[in-house]
């Protein structure tokens, strides 16, 4: 084994790992911001619903929320780092962007085409209105805390997780288009018009991926 391909086999869990964790944190923080309505939602009914429990005890019962949903974002994160990694070795992908027009604008139209779907819209309902997924599926108590917070990221999940993949379109160490995909989630969430702003930009990632893949040197 000749000195380069040694030093490559020693950096690969170094990278392994540092792939994971910055997805990990990628995903928390981009989340973090159309999550708080929700957070400030489920502590006030948390103490609403749990006179008996005293201040300390409900402010446990808001970090495990809290805790719950970031978690499943975190994991989110890193079978995503894994998966980078994995078609890193292959070159597919390179520091965080896929290398292929084709498979960049096959992942655009997969994105559009899901932003357009069933499921997509049955999660954004779940997360638009935290008060409403409150009605529905609120457990008080330790245990209700990490339930409540699993089924929420999992709503969530539902809603973003096409989207969240077009880092690798555009670059994952890319800040702009990272801010870019942070602000479509967060508008869908946070604004009365979701519903409208995820089909018009269905329609704007299927035609930027039908271009990608049919015109040279598009981007």
Not at 129 to 151: K, M, Q, T
Not at 171 to 181: K, S
Request: hydrophobic share 55%; glycine share 10%; proline share 3%.
């Amino acid at each position: 084994m000749d000195m380069a391909a040694s030093d490559h086999l020693s950096m690969a869990p170094m990278y392994f790992r540092t792939t994971i964790s910055v997805w990990s944190v990628m995903c928390i923080a981009m989340m973090a911001p159309s999550a708080l309505p929700m957070i400030f939602t489920f502590g006030k009914v948390t103490r609403r619903l749990s006179p008996g429990f005293s201040p300390g005890s409900q402010a446990i019962v808001l970090a495990l929320f809290v805790l719950t949903y970031f978690a499943v974002w975190g994991a989110f994160g890193t079978l995503a780092g894994a998966t980078e990694w994995l078609l890193g070795q292959y070159g597919i992908v390179h520091n965080g962007q896929l290398q292929s027009r084709t498979v960049s604008g096959a992942l655009l139209v997969l994105s559009g085409l899901y932003q357009w779907s069933a499921i997509k819209n049955f999660c954004l309902l779940k997360c638009q209105s935290p008060l409403g997924f409150l009605l529905d599926h609120y457990h008080s108590g330790y245990w209700g805390a990490l339930r409540v917070g699993a089924v929420h990221a999992i709503f969530c999940l539902g809603c973003c997780w096409a989207v969240m993949l077009l880092a690798w379109v555009g670059g994952a160490m890319n800040l702009i288009w990272m801010l870019a995909i942070t602000l479509l989630v967060s508008a869908e969430k946070l604004l009365g018009v979701g519903r409208w702003i995820a089909r018009v930009s269905a329609v704007v990632l299927v035609g930027l991926g039908v271009l990608e893949i049919a015109i040279p040197n598009f981007t």
